[in-house]
């Protein structure tokens, strides 16, 4: 059976109103949260959220009932009617245009749907007021559908909200806080905990003599901003004899040597290229040999200086073995490979000084000394030696002393004070932070984390830039959590897209909770809820098999591989395993995609089954019923690994 061509209307749809979105105003909607007397203002993706019982809305508000505003300006490429269509539970009410369009009291999982309206070509004030409910899970997944396709969320480069002095003021806050967390302020000035980052560690020094070099540390030790600019370890060490100082702590540190390292086999620099290339290190780094250098990304100019011996090849292997919270992500690369990328970064890589570390034992005592006292240990750790440095706790940093100290813009000489190398902008932020209550320390969502960490983690210069990944924003609702958490910490064994030659890297300590955030920040919950089967499923089961196969079916295995089956023509487009889509994707999502896959992607080579009514093209099946259609395929990628050969 023939299927419907993809719209190439939409792409087209697309682009245009992307042009039609006022020019200066940012994407996504201004969002208000309040509760009590107190509010909190963000900027929100979309008309989405989800709150479970008993948790804060955001982590400016304490938990308890409160109240959302989303407000903005949904584009629209010509003049056209569209309805919207919500799933939430509280009271909803959006307006469009200064019309009514939507209102209800939600309910769980039964939609409700709104009046058609008219929006006019350009933008359309958008406003929709939310209240939790008295009792279960706050949430909000709002849809649209227009005569064309059917209900999606709003796609985001159509939504845009003015920049107000108080949404401003309310951004600048959550930045401070996110520097807070970052810089590892909390390391000394100590406070009660909620917010993940505030876990963030740095580098172990058990063993840190056998993995890096003495000229390099000496040189780090000293002005760690010198050779990474934006690294959060602060400059510890001041004054006249600083240098000195660094140098004694240098020698120390060299002298814990741990197991030695094996070492590294010669590498292929021309097959380290390569790989890099296919692993795009590039989203979050210079290439070595490549002259315009961006200065927000990581350098690998000094991995000879840097890394004794072994030590880049293990590094890469396992990037967060000596430091959990680490950046650098893994790729689960073969000893080989590692070699390869070892002898491509070093083929390129500075002269190191080659400056054997003083053994001399009154100067490694100095050392030790100063790692005790100058705030080291406040920070890293190491085995059993004790940490002899105290700073206040941050109950007793008054706000109007926040340009003292640390957040100094000179500090003193003799101040014991660490130095950050903080921009104006950011000292403002932490000061705006600094002046809150700062109880939004112990409160924390995920969707909170994944809009700061998708940032810091730079998702978006992968996903959206290379053709065949998923498109970030596609992401938000897609997945079941649980999977997604194996997947992005790298434990699952399955790879969606074998035939990428590129691969997804795995970030451990971050992946609960960016893949809850992924879910919650669509509407969804954190923990995927029993999808009990029909009674009927063995039935629908046996007609999903029949739909999926070429053989009176929809040809679906003609880009899909079922199990041990492979696709039969796979030069069409690659398709995923239909037999690990049960534990990955979210039953809404493979609705809305089975539905009409280009109004979900429209840039997707799967084509479109379902006409506008949303009939299906195949009446003697199930009576031709779209969404029974839809729902016989699901109870038969169900049965996951135990589906049976499609014809
Ligand atoms: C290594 C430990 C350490 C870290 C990390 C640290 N501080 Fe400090 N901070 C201190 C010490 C010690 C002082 C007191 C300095 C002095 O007496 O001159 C201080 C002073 C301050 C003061 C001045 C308080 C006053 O009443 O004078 C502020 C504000 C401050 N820190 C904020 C921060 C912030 C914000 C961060 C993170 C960006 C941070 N600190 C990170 C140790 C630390
Ligand atoms: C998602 C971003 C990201 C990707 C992708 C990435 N890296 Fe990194 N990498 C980092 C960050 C961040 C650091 C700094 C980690 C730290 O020390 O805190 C780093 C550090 C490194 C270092 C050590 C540099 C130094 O001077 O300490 C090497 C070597 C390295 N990466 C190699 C690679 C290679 C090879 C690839 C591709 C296979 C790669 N990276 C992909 C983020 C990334
Ligand atoms: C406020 C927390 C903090 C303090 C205080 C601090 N560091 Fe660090 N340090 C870090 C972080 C975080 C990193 C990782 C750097 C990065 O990711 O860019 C680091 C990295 C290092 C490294 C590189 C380790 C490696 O394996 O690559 C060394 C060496 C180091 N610090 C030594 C010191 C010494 C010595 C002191 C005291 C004089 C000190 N640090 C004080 C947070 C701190
Ligand atoms: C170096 C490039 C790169 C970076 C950076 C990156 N990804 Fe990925 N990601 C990929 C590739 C390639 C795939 C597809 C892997 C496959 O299907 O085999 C993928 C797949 C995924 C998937 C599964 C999607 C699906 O439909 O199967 C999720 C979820 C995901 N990435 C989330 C993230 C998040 C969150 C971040 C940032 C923390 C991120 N990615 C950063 C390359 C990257
Ligand atoms: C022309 C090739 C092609 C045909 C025919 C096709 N698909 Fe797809 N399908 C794709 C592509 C391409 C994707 C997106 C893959 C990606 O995310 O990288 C996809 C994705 C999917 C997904 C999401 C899977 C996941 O785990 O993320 C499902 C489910 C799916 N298709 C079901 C079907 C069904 C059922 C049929 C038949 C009714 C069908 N497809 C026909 C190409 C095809």
């Not at 682009?15 to 107190?38: C, M, Q």
């Amino acid at each position: 059976m023939m299927p419907r061509r993809p719209a190439l209307l939409a792409l087209i749809f697309a682009a245009a109103i992307a042009g039609l979105r006022a020019a200066d105003n940012p994407a996504g909607l201004a969002v208000t949260f309040a509760a009590g007397s107190a509010s909190d203002l963000s900027v929100a993706e979309n008309v989405w959220l989800h709150v479970p019982a008993g948790q804060p809305a955001t982590p400016f508000l304490a938990p308890g009932p409160f109240t959302a505003t989303w407000k903005g300006q949904v584009a629209a490429e010509l003049r056209a009617d569209f309805t919207f269509h919500a799933e939430f539970n509280g009271d909803l009410k959006l307006t469009v245009n200064d019309t009514v369009v939507l209102e209800g009291k939600g309910e769980g999982d039964k939609p409700v749907t709104g009046k058609s309206v008219r929006l006019n070509k350009g933008a359309n004030n958008l406003v929709a007021e939310f209240k939790s409910p008295a009792a279960g899970d706050a949430f909000v997944r709002l849809f649209w559908s227009n005569k064309e396709t059917p209900y999606n969320p709003i796609p985001l480069a159509e939504l845009s909200h003015p920049e107000t002095d108080d949404l401003k003021k309310a951004l600048l806050v959550r930045r401070g806080r996110d520097l807070f967390a970052e810089n590892r302020c909390a390391k000394c000035h100590t406070t009660p905990g909620g917010m993940p980052e505030l876990a963030m560690d740095a580098p172990a020094f058990d063993g840190i003599g056998g993995r890096r070099n003495f000229d390099w540390l000496a040189r780090w030790i000293a002005d760690p901003h010198a050779l990474r600019p934006g690294t959060p370890m602060p400059q510890v060490l001041s004054g006249a004899d600083a240098k000195d100082k660094a140098e004694s702590v240098a020698a120390y540190l060299s002298s814990l040597k741990g197991t030695p390292l094996p070492e590294a086999k010669p590498g292929d620099i021309e097959a380290g290229k390569a790989l890099y290339e296919k692993l795009h290190c590039a989203a979050c780094h210079n290439p070595p040999d490549v002259a315009a250098a961006d200065p927000k990304k990581i350098s690998q100019k000094q991995v000879k200086a840097k890394f004794s011996p072994g030590a880049l090849v293990a590094f890469l292997q396992k990037p967060n073995e000596h430091y959990a919270w680490i950046r650098m992500p893994g790729f689960k690369l073969t000893a080989e490979e590692a070699q390869n990328l070892g002898a491509y970064l070093e083929g390129s890589a500075d002269k190191p000084a080659d400056r054997p570390a003083p053994t001399d034992d009154a100067l490694l005592k100095k050392g030790q000394a100063i790692v005790q006292t100058a705030g080291c240990l406040s920070c890293h750790v190491l085995g059993s030696a004790k940490n002899e440095f105290a700073a206040r706790p941050l109950t007793d940093l008054a706000a109007a002393k926040w340009t003292a100290g640390c957040l100094a813009d000179k500090p003193a000489d003799d101040s014991k004070a660490p130095r950050y190398a903080f921009t104006d902008d950011e000292r403002a932020a932490l000061r705006a932070f600094g002046a809150t209550d700062r109880s939004s320390l112990t409160r924390h969502t995920a969707a909170d984390f994944l809009a700061r960490q998708s940032v810091a983690l730079n998702c978006r210069e992968c996903h959206g830039k290379f053709e065949g990944f998923p498109a970030y924003e596609l992401l938000y609702g897609k997945l079941k959590p649980e999977w997604t958490a194996k997947f992005i910490a790298g434990t699952h064994p399955v790879k969606p897209r074998p035939w990428l030659e590129s691969r997804m890297p795995n970030f451990p300590v971050y992946a609960e909770h960016l893949a809850s955030g992924l879910a919650t920040i669509a509407g969804l919950p954190a923990k995927t809820p029993a999808d009990p089967a029909p009674s009927d499923t063995a039935d629908l089961a046996k007609a999903g098999q029949k739909l999926v196969s070429a053989n009176g079916g929809f040809a679906c295995v003609s880009c899909h591989p079922v199990g041990e089956m492979g696709a039969t023509q796979v030069f069409e487009a690659p398709g995923i395993n239909l037999a690990t889509s049960f534990d990955r994707i979210q039953p809404s999502f493979f609705r809305r995609w089975l539905r009409a896959p280009t109004s979900v992607d429209p840039s997707t080579k799967m084509p479109g089954y379902f006409d506008e009514e949303g009939k299906s093209p195949l009446p003697d099946v199930l009576g031709g019923d779209g969404p029974k259609t839809i729902g016989a395929v699901w109870e038969y990628i169900r049965l996951a690994d135990k589906m049976p050969r499609p014809e």
